[in-house]
């Protein structure tokens, strides 16, 4: 099963026994959902610029940019701005629920 964090927003996939308590939402799929495809690509963002920070890029490479502006448009998207009301909402209505 694979969750949110609701502090860190990293998604971590849990196996059996080892599945912490957690928090659902239910909800229907509608135009601008993210996918986990999409949620991974913006999760590696900062560590593709950490990479050309480190080689000593001037400026981050063609691929790099097109990275962050499709990351800039997924997190433009309805379903991105949903899932990070809703992990404010847990933090705040569910003190103990780490997970989403």
């Keep these: 099963m ?26 229907t799929w509608k135009k601008g959902e993210i996918s986990y495809q999409d949620w991974k690509a913006i999760a590696e963002l900062p560590d593709l610029l950490k990479v050309c920070a480190e080689l000593g890029a001037a400026a981050p490479d063609v ?6 502006r499709r990351v800039d448009r997924l ?5 991105y701005q949903k899932i990070i009301t809703f992990c404010q909402t847990v933090r705040s209505t569910f003190s103990k629920r780490q997970w989403a």
């Design 2 to 27: 694979r969750l949110i964090s609701v502090n860190t927003l990293e998604m971590r996939e849990f196996f059996d026994d080892k599945i912490p308590e957690y928090v659902i939402l239910s909800h």
């Design 63 to 68: 691929y790099t940019l097109v990275q962050q």
């Design 75 to 79: 997190k433009a998207q309805p379903g």
